[in-house]
T-cell receptor
Framework: DAGVIQSPRHEVTEMGQEVTLRCKPI?????LFWYRQTMMRGLELLIY????????DSGMPEDRFSAKMPNASFSTLKIQPSEPRDSAVYFCASSLRVANEQFFGPGTRLTVL | DAKTTQPPSMDCAEGRAANLPCNHS???????VYWYRQIHSQGPQYIIH???NNETNEMASLIITEDRKSSTLILPHATLRDTAVYYC????????????FGQGTTLQVKP
């Protein structure tokens, strides 16, 4: 298996633009997680899905952020409009079950100018 | 989930054992101790987890004290590739998918 796949790996955009990050989890994994990592706040969970259904989105910072999982093999994290403070590395992870180890993707480094 | 305390940084000589401590004095009886690490610019990687017995896998050993208030992750023969930030996390598996990452310990393996 190729592991968790994220795209793009790097994204540079201007303030106010819409940004869409993509994730393909490991095949057969029922859980998908979106994390954000910054120097100030460290690694924090934004939202996670079970069988394509959002379970906990309490970490989503505000309404500008939205996440979807239209099928078992694809998820998106959208920021609209983007702001400079959204600059961070965004990781996607998946696991077979909620108690199992989480496998992380390589991350998307987002820079909002 | 219980809070954990780790030293911010540690050094280890290449080829020697690296012993990374973690305090979790408020751990509950059903909470597991998990260890992940993050090598620079990569996503976190699962290492090992345990409840109360010591655990060993191909990557590391986990030693949990009898009162479960602290644990130690042991990398038996550290290599330069083990240089990373190591996170100790306490959670109840099955309760929630959340992994709450603290600041971790930055391990520098030196030649």
């Amino acid at each position: 298996d190729a592991g968790v796949i994220q795209s793009p790996r790097h994204e540079v955009t201007e303030m106010g633009q819409e940004v869409t990050l993509r994730c393909k989890p490991i095949s057969g994994h029922d859980y998908l997680f979106w994390y954000r990592q910054t120097m100030m706040r460290g690694l924090e969970l934004l939202i996670y899905f079970n069988n394509n259904v959002p379970i906990d989105d309490s970490g989503m910072p505000e309404d500008r952020f939205s996440a979807k999982m239209p099928n078992a093999s694809f998820s998106t994290l959208k920021i609209q409009p983007s702001e400079p403070r959204d600059s961070a590395v965004y990781f996607c992870a998946s696991s077979l079950r909620v108690a199992n180890e989480q496998f992380f993707g390589p991350g998307t480094r987002l820079t909002v100018l | 989930d219980a809070k954990t305390t780790q030293p911010p940084s540690m050094d280890c000589a290449e080829g020697r054992a690296a012993n990374l401590p973690c305090n979790h004095s408020t751990i509950s009886g059903n909470e597991y101790v998990y260890w992940y690490r993050q090598i620079h610019s990569q996503g976190p990687q699962y290492i090992i987890h345990g409840l109360k017995n010591n655990e060993t896998n191909e990557m590391a050993s986990l030693i949990i004290t009898e009162d479960r208030k602290s644990s130690t992750l042991i990398l038996p023969h550290a290599t330069l590739r083990d240089t990373a930030v190591y996170y100790c996390i306490v959670r109840v598996p099955g309760n929630t998918g959340k992994l709450i990452f603290g600041q971790g310990t930055t391990l520098q393996v030196k030649p």
